[in-house]
């Protein structure tokens, strides 16, 4: 196999399994195993499955979905969709069949490749509505005799009997850099959703600029625990492109829900998380350590603290010293090497936190143990990342400098604008929403405030879209659950809180004649409405309200907890718009007492 130019992460997987061939390149859970698959393996899939492609007839451009959990044949898909100069269109695994209908029609999906059989009954029941789409292909066996569906080993049987080593090389050299790979679909939580165009050059910049200031800490020898959604930007970009680059291994988790097994099982030297994870393994911590004797509280308190002092030595690369250098190396002895080997952290040298803020006591908890984590910042339609803080100076609470060739400023409204190559080429099929993205000197709009300091950081204080992102990562629209919620005779308004927080909450105005005439129905005598509201029956009714009204939502978009206001809003006060929409902020700022106690133990 010759060498071809690095102009598209296909060209640069083929130059890869040239150099590594045999070792491993993915591993992936196989009977309760990890099993190991190398380039050479990966790269057998990946031409097969590119044979049968062009077999099938796909164009350059054509577009190509995939619905499926995280899993090599993800990869292999990827991978091959792009050698063939196609692209392609993730598609969240845990989408609706309406959900993944919109994007099949928008984006025109000449085909789809779906993990099994549950993906499949949601493609079946849209399919005779997409003209476009000319057959699936399943990784999984499934029940069907339908001569458009085809199994993922029969695509690769035919594949490889297909002598298509010229017109894939040919393929491959035909990309150019600018040429669109892929559309990843946004949330959708705010309407319609947004089909992101990134181009080869995106992604191949924004792994160049990556790698220009973590070249020297991350190398092939680095093995990552993917574990994020492949249909993310970040993870897309991070743990499987730039591990690609490196040469690394990587290594696919389960499920976030078995993380912590698999952090065990593999031991990896990187991660890129979303900040949940941190959270929940330095809660987990906490929680057993408060169950622990007390000669255990007293030696991790004492730890607790000599961590604390470690930060600014691991944040700014200086070395311990002296007195303060052996107590380290003891509390490390004791304590922190004996958290990080229970945690499977032990070979950790750099652990990355992206999609949402991660508050500064967690990140500090892993820091002053040793485990440097590194904070950054991006969106979807910048590849997505811009900033993210340096190995030699880290600083919690911010999101770091740019990137190398990214320019970042503030505008007036306190908005962070991006430019730089690694942003999008438009919205797919809208030029009016791309042109309203970007000002007349073409930086992008992110939505995001911000603050940069003198070293060039940039923090970020807040949103101006009220798309709230929860601590998790998850984009979600208060709007569509606030009207649920207001389906409720017993509820006059709501807002639901949440941004930069671990899990929903709710502030609900009560329709105080329902509830007072509801309440003289069950004999509840109360002096006024302050006491109503605090009344035990009262707030069982709202939590039964609040949970019936929101049941169709997703986990992450239950409202866990809420509180009852005795309270007005309207446009006097300051609350509402002239349209009567909540002034969320104004909300916030007002109440924020209240949310605060929502949020403590």
């Known amino acids: 196999m010759g060498r071809f130019e690095n102009t598209s ?97 928008h984006s025109a999906a000449n085909a789809c490749f779906v993990a099994g059989q549950e993906w499949l009954d949601k493609l079946l029941k849209i399919k005779d509505l997409l003209p476009n789409l000319e057959f699936i292909v399943s990784y999984e066996p499934v029940k069907q005799e339908n001569p458009a569906i085809y199994s993922f080993d029969d695509a690769l049987s035919r594949g490889q009997a297909l002598d298509t080593e010229n017109e894939f090389s040919q393929r491959i050299k035909s990309i150019n850099r600018n040429d669109l790979a892929t559309i990843l679909y946004t949330s959708g939580t705010t309407g319609t959703p947004k089909g992101v165009m990134l181009s080869h050059n995106n992604f191949m910049s924004d792994i160049e600029q990556v790698l220009a200031d973590f070249s020297e800490i991350l190398s092939e020898n680095d093995r990552f625990l993917s574990f994020l959604p492949l249909s993310h930007a970040l993870e897309r970009t991070t743990s499987y492109y730039i591990a690609i680059t490196l040469g690394s291994s990587v290594a696919l988790a389960e499920d976030f829900s078995t993380i912590q097994q698999n952090l065990l099982e593999i031991r990896p030297t990187v991660i890129v998380s979303v900040p949940r994870l941190f959270e929940k393994i330095h809660a987990g911590i906490t929680a057993k350590v408060s169950k622990a004797s007390l000669i255990k509280k007293a030696l991790f308190s004492w730890a607790v603290r000599i961590a604390a002092k470690n930060v600014k030595y691991v944040c700014t690369g200086n070395p311990r010293k002296g007195w303060f250098s052996f107590k380290y190396r003891i509390a490390d002895r004791l304590v922190f090497s ?103 000197d073409e930086f992008f709009k992110t939505g995001d405030l911000g603050l940069i300091d003198e070293d060039g950081y940039l923090s970020i204080t807040g949103r101006i879209k009220e798309i709230i992102i929860t601590s998790g990562g998850s984009n979600i629209s208060p709007q569509n659950i606030e009207n649920s919620i207001k389906d409720s005779s017993f509820i006059e308004q709501v807002a639901v809180i949440g941004d930069r927080r671990k899990y929903l909450s709710a502030l609900v105005l009560p329709a105080f004649e329902e509830l007072e005439t509801w309440a003289e129905e069950k004999g509840i005598t109360c002096s006024g409405r302050e006491e109503l509201v605090g009344n035990e029956q009262v707030i069982a009714l709202y939590e039964d309200e609040i949970k019936r009204r929101t049941s169709q939502f997703a986990r992450v978009q239950q409202v866990r907890k809420f509180r009852l206001l005795n309270a007005e809003w309207s446009q006097e006060t300051g609350e509402l718009t002239p349209t009567l929409k909540i002034k969320r902020m104004v909300i916030e700022k007002k109440y924020s007492n209240e949310i605060e106690e929502m949020y403590t133990a």
């Open 9 to 105: 992460m296909a060209a640069v997987f083929q130059n890869q399994a040239e150099k590594y061939g045999d070792r491993t390149c993915v591993s992936y859970k196989k009977e309760g195993q990890y099993a190991d698959i190398s380039w050479k393996r990966m790269n057998t899939m990946i031409r097969a499955l590119a044979s049968f492609l062009l077999s099938m007839g796909i164009k350059k451009g054509e577009r190509i979905a995939i619905f499926s959990p995280n899993r090599y044949e993800w990869w292999v898909t990827d991978l091959a969709v792009m050698s063939i100069a196609a692209v392609d269109i993730p598609i969240y695994s845990t989408n609706s069949a309406r959900e993944a209908f919109y994007i099949l029609d």
């Open 338 to 440: 004996k958290i990080k080997a229970a945690l499977g952290m032990d070979r950790m040298n750099f652990a990355f936190s992206g999609g949402g803020p991660l508050s500064v006591s967690d990140i500090e908890f892993f820091i002053g143990m040793g485990i440097p984590v590194i904070e950054g910042y991006g969106l979807t339609e910048t590849s997505p990342i811009t900033n993210v803080n340096r190995s030699w100076l880290i600083k919690p609470g911010t999101v770091g400098p740019p990137l190398k060739d990214t320019e970042i400023r503030i505008s007036d409204e306190g908005e962070v604008l991006i430019k730089g190559p690694q942003v999008m080429l438009g919205y797919f099929k809208d030029e009016k929403t791309t042109a309203e993205s970007f000002t007349p």
